[in-house]
């Protein structure tokens, strides 16, 4: 009988007949119905207990949960066994004084490019910080450097976004260096000077967006962080205005510089149809070995 109070709602409920009881514990389901113990008048009550499993579900997709390799480091020291695309115009520079090793080191085209940027970034920013030249002459040295460092970065980069299929990371950073060149340009020669207070701004704004869009384009946490170091640098330099010509050319070239010395993460290797299947076979090669020398590391 349900429990009732005295001049409730459920007083009632509580004077059903006995034929109401009964088709209502018809209706029950069996595991839950009493059941009385053999040779014991006392009647008990045994319910059966159901448990319900609760699978715990996310709200972003389960690709996204995946979407960096998290079994590798932000940034660790350059991998020896490369890939065909890594291979192509590798840079090998060893300087040594007797048998005094003073310097010793490799960098794939992805590597100079780096380096290439990074010097052009650091003679613009310098320049504009210790030599007091005019603006017109600055913008045409400026000019020169930019499009002499995109179309470097064409030449040293094509193939190998070609292979990894990236192409569009290229063509962005293509795309944002001359558009910071055009309006780096409006802001001398046509007098914009709002724009031209805050250049080091434009540049760092242009740059966290170029590194966010390689961070997406190779999954890569390394040029995501590096991107938002960048962008977390603009409201700083209002605390270093006189110096802020010095500090936007060592965050920049810094950054690149950085890159270029050290293994970055990135998604894992595919194939593509522009390699030959021994090329294949050789890149599946020099990944085991990668693996292989990981799990020693570990």
């Known amino acids: 009988m349900v429990p009732w109070f005295p001049g409730s709602a459920w007083e009632s409920i509580s004077r059903v007949s006995a034929s109401q009881v009964l088709d209502l514990r018809e209706a029950e389901p069996p595991n839950l119905r009493p059941q009385a113990e053999p040779r014991n008048k006392k009647k008990s009550e045994k319910y059966s207990l159901r448990f319900v499993t609760i699978h715990k579900t996310s709200y972003f997709p389960q690709h996204w949960m995946t979407f960096f390799n998290a079994s590798e480091p932000l940034i660790r020291s350059k991998q020896e066994h490369l890939d065909v695309q890594d ?40 320049t504009a910080q210790f030599f007091p030249m005019s603006w017109s002459f600055q913008a045409i040295l400026w000019s020169t450097l930019t499009l002499v460092g995109t179309a470097g970065m064409a030449v040293l980069t094509l193939f190998w976004v070609r292979v990894e299929r990236v192409s569009w990371i290229l063509y962005s950073w293509a795309i944002l260096m001359i558009t910071g060149l055009v309006l780096t340009d409006c802001s001398i020669f046509a007098g914009w000077g709002g724009l031209l207070l805050h250049l080091c701004d434009l540049w760092l704004g242009l740059s966290a967006i170029g590194y966010f869009c390689t961070g997406l384009g190779l999954r890569s946490r390394t040029f995501l962080l590096i991107g938002l170091t960048h962008l977390f640098s603009i409201p700083l330099l209002t605390f270093v205005a006189p110096w802020q010509y010095l500090t936007t050319g060592i965050i920049m070239a810094g950054c690149l510089l950085l890159l270029s010395e050290l293994q970055w993460d990135m998604r894992s290797p595919i194939d593509d149809t522009l390699l030959s299947e021994e090329q294949k076979e050789f890149n599946r090669i020099q990944q085991q070995l990668r693996l292989s020398g990981a799990m020693l590391c570990k």
């Open 87 to 126: 291979r192509e115009g590798l840079l090998q520079l060893r300087w040594q004084i007797g048998n005094i090793t003073l310097f010793s080191g490799f960098y794939t085209r992805i590597d100079q490019t780096f380096l290439l940027w990074g010097l052009v970034t650091a003679g613009i920013f310098f």
